[in-house]
């Protein structure tokens, strides 16, 4: 009953859309990505949610054949996936001895998690007309470039108004490909809108709300000691590896009573 009160949101019981974009650092920021990925993924396989991605942009590969991820979005469908997930929105930092140093030097990672509710059209009044797209259509790829759908399946779609871009490639026809990416747009759109009215909110209220990729909320330190630590609850762990495996509850508890 507690948790229901803070997952009493709009669209806090319906499915989310996560998406990670990898930050400055070349390989490291994109193997972190791939970490941050796999995270959430176990997290949703704990939490007995369906997950599916529906978008990635594939890095550079790395040592062991390991492939880094530039960006990336995925659908979690299940019962309050964006309540429970929403407040994950922010810079993630890691710090580690890098897998790309060839003298085992420390790096610093950052990758930005976005947490969208999935919404339709409908639901938020967010009228689109078709000529307000430019929709391409290209060939599903995956890492290194290689064509793993040679049909042009694949679809791209840019709202002019706004420049804002979503793509689509996991499904194996045109047309769904379209709707997911339909599902995207309409959850960024939905975004900027709040973030419209926050800003409004701000200017009246003379303070300033910061919504920027600046915003670090957690940190995953594995060397020189091993610390994962929320920055705005405080609550932190030493068993980093429990964590990655997707294990979040403890933080994701404390930031519903923020």
Known sequence: MEFRVFLSGKYDKGNAVLSIYAGAGGQDAQDWSAILLRMYLRYSDRKGWKSKIVDQSFGD?????????????????????????????????????????????????????????????????LEVKPDELRVDVYKSSGP????????????????????????????????????????????KLYQLKEQ????????????AVSIEWGNQIRSYVLHPYKMVKDLRTNVETSNTEEVLDGDLDQFIQAELKL
């Open 196 to 207: 419209e009215k926050a800003k409004t909110l701000a200017d009246l209220k003379g303070k």
């Open 61 to 125: 590969p790395g040592p062991e054949g390991r492939i880094g991820i530039k960006s990336v979005n995925i659908e979690m469908q299940g019962f309050y996936a964006y309540g429970f997930l929403k407040k994950e929105t922010g810079v993630h930092r890691l710090v580690r001895i890098s897998p790309f140093s060839s003298q085992s030097l420390r790096h610093t990672s950052f990758a930005l998690v976005e947490i969208l509710p999935e919404i339709s059209s409908k639901e938020e009044a």
């Open 144 to 187: 290194g470039g290689q064509n793993v759908n040679k049909r042009m399946t694949a679809v791209r779609i840019t709202h002019l108004a706004t420049k804002i871009t979503v793509a689509a490639q996991s499904e194996r026809s045109h047309a769904q490909n379209k709707e997911q990416a339909m599902k995207l747009l309409y959850a």
